[in-house]
């Protein structure tokens, strides 16, 4: 794209970005540097990641401390330079992540009474983390026991919950999965970053104001008194502003098909951005990621506690309780549907204003001109509850997935390869990821 890495032999200060940088280096001597500690880094962290999964058995217990670490060490990226602990920002997993801004940066440290230099001091010391963290894994596989007995955290959790159990309410279904699969944790997250979201985009239009203004002013089905009316306003406009919007809604409203209304556009144009910014596509991976974590245990919690044969001996398991699972899936897949796409309106009114006419033709915006003649209100309904269904598809394969795995772990694992993969890769633009995932159906316009 950018025809080739510079030219090699020159010396890297000539760089903008680089002309701080202390240390004498050629671009080539750069690169290679680069890539070493970029790779380096990577393995590092690996073994990082590793003792901490390695050294704790239950898997959950362990991403979570995993998770933790990461945070802490994200944390500690926004300590002031000035800090007396200004040493931590720099001897940092994520010094090796983001490394250039750590390279570029001439700032001296002191570190045991001495002073060096942060960029100096992160290379120095990228060896020995990766020697000692190898010798770490290596100790921990080898003292660690096969057996042993329960970790201290989780035996005092099931303490507590062995004296919550006999006095919590019995939910069914919706407890087996919200409470004890934590899925109510999820569904809160999820909340939570659907009101912070942002708001959908629309595409830049130059004196968007005025057009809007006179949409707004002009509202309702297009007659010749509408086009009169224009056009005399348009020969009393008195600067370019107001000019160039009325001038657009009179061509908008020339053009527009029999039937047509002039309509605030703002609102409709941002649901229907065609993924400006990879909004919608963005937003669907989100929405996908939820309720396949929610519902990936929702058929594998019976098989993982050998309930199988209880329950296919007995009517109630063979038929009411694949019903009350159903009523589970379609509960949760509503909510989200709601958190997400709800809020999706919500903030679009906020910023936007709110859909006005309803009522007119679908066809007097220009996306839908060869649309059906329906209202505006049933495609707003039509496209939101397309979204519905597509995520009830994506519900029932998490079902039908899950109920073929015995371990909770196992449905999670499948049911994220075969529906959130594909669906990343289809988020990034990828035309395999776009075929094998129902990520374009569910965020396509």
């Not at 919590?168 to 899925?183: S, Y």
Request: charged residues 15%.
């Amino acid at each position: 794209v950018f025809h080739g890495l510079g030219e090699w032999d020159r010396v890297l200060q000539s760089i903008p970005m680089f002309q701080n940088v202390p240390t004498p280096l050629t671009i080539a001597e750069f690169w290679l540097l680069y890539i070493a500690v970029k790779a380096m880094g990577a393995f590092w962290i690996g073994l990082t990641l590793w003792a901490v999964l390695s050294a704790i058995s239950n898997l959950g217990l362990a991403l979570t401390a995993a998770g933790l670490l990461m945070g802490l060490e994200f944390a500690c990226t926004a300590i002031p330079s000035s800090s007396m602990f200004a040493v931590l920002r720099y001897v940092n997993v994520f010094s090796y992540v983001d490394f250039i801004p750590v390279f570029s940066r001439y700032l001296n440290i002191s570190v045991f009474g001495s002073l060096i230099s942060g960029s100096d001091l992160v290379l120095a010391i990228l060896p020995f983390l990766c020697l000692i963290f190898a010798g770490v894994n290596v100790l921990i596989v080898e003292r660690k026991h096969p057996v042993s007995s329960s970790n201290r955290l989780l035996h005092w959790a099931d303490e507590i919950l062995r004296k919550l159990d006999p006095k919590l309410p019995r939910c069914g279904e919706f407890g087996k999965l919200l409470v004890k699969r934590k899925g109510a944790i999820l569904l809160i997250i999820l909340a939570i970053v659907a009101i912070r979201m942002e708001v959908p985009p629309r595409a830049y239009v130059p004196y968007d104001p005025y057009i809007q203004h006179y949409q707004s002013e002009y509202a309702g089905p297009i007659t010749e008194d509408t086009i009169l009316a224009l056009e005399e306003a348009l020969g009393n406009a008195m600067d370019t502003g107001n000019q160039v919007g009325l001038q657009t809604v009179l061509e908008s409203a020339q053009n527009a098909p029999d039937g047509a209304w002039i309509l605030p556009t703002a609102p409709y144009d941002a649901i229907w951005s065609n993924n400006l910014n990879n909004y919608h596509r963005r937003t669907a991976l989100i929405t996908m990621l939820f309720l396949v974590l929610t519902l990936a245990p929702i058929g594998s919690q019976e098989r993982q506690n050998n309930m199988t044969v209880l329950l296919t001996s007995t009517s109630g398991g063979r038929k009411r309780l694949w019903l009350q699972k159903q009523l589970v899936l379609l509960t949760v897949t509503a909510f989200v549907w709601l958190m997400v796409y709800g809020g999706e309106l919500i903030h679009t009114v906020h910023a936007y204003g709110a859909f006005q006419c309803l009522s007119a033709p679908a066809f007097s915006l220009e996306l839908f001109r060869n649309a059906p003649s329906i209202p505006l209100g049933d495609m707003l309904t039509l496209y939101y509850g397309a979204k519905l269904l597509v995520l009830l598809v994506i519900g029932e394969i998490c079902f039908a997935l899950s109920s073929r795995c015995s371990k909770n772990r196992d449905a999670i694992l499948v049911c994220c390869a075969a529906l959130l993969i594909p669906a990343a890769l289809a988020s990034i633009g990828s035309a395999v990821g776009e075929y094998l995932s129902l990520l374009i159906p569910l965020s396509g316009v």
